[in-house]
């Protein structure tokens, strides 16, 4: 079946340092998408990528999708102490009617204010 | 719209004894999924709902495990026979298919103990 990898599955950083986390399927996806999970909350949607290159930010956070449609990353610039959470890529494999999201592990980011 | 709700939020049970978590998703919304997350795991599909028809089920599941959308509104999802290993968080989502990005919206999950 279809697996989802994060790496890395914890990073700790001194607030204002960038972080990066990346995202690898086994299978080619029709579309991805982020999430992010507070300690104690549950996840939260940010963004879907479907085109294959795309390239969408928000703020200080920027979300590639490849260009084979099998690996996305999520880039935060100068972190801050309220973007600390667990982040969660999920995908959605191509082909079939089904819609289901396989979510990768996540990788927890904690911010050294 | 006054988001997922579902409930309880916490159920301790001793194994061998059944439960039942139910979940109200955003009222318009057609999708309706449940998941399962341990910690430091994401969220593990479960199964889910386009109205009141259950589209898939994962493989992973026991058939201890069985959930219903009567109406296409509520869902709920019954573990039968609990173990140790169904401790968890599970989390019920909902989405609204057909305009623009899907994207899911989770309740605050009801977190499970086995004892």
């Known amino acids: 079946g279809q697996q989802v990898m994060q790496i890395p599955q914890y990073q700790h950083v001194q607030e204002g340092e960038d972080f990066t986390t990346y995202c690898n399927s086994s299978?080619?996806?029709?579309?991805i998408q982020w999430y992010k999970q507070r300690p104690g909350g549950h996840p939260v949607f940010l963004i879907q990528l479907v085109k294959s290159g795309e390239v969408k930010k928000q703020k200080r956070l920027t979300f590639q999708f490849g260009e084979a449609k099998k690996n996305s990353s999520l880039h935060i610039t100068a972190t801050q102490t309220t973007d600390v959470g667990t982040y969660f890529c999920a995908g959605v494999g191509s082909g079939g009617s089904n819609y289901k999201l396989t979510f990768g592990k996540g990788t927890l980011l904690t911010v050294n204010p | 719209d006054t988001g997922v709700s579902q409930d309880p939020r916490h159920k301790i049970t001793k194994r061998g004894q059944n439960v039942t978590f139910r979940c109200d998703p955003i009222?318009?919304?057609?999708?309706l999924y449940w998941y399962r997350q341990t910690l430091g795991q994401g969220p593990e599909f479960l199964t889910y709902?386009?109205?009141?028809?259950?589209?898939?089920k994962s493989r992973l599941l026991s058939d201890r495990f069985s959930a219903e959308r009567p109406k296409g509104s509520f869902s709920t999802l019954e573990i039968q026979r609990t173990e140790q290993g169904d401790s968890a968080m599970y989390l019920c989502?909902?989405?609204?298919?057909?305009?623009?990005?899907?994207?899911?919206?989770f309740g605050s999950g009801t977190q499970l103990s086995v004892l």
């Open positions: 299978t080619t996806l029709s579309n």
């Open positions: 709902f386009q109205n009141e028809a259950q589209l898939e």
């Open positions: 989502a909902s989405s609204l298919v057909g305009r623009g990005v899907e994207k899911l919206f």
């Open positions: 009222s318009e919304h057609n999708r």
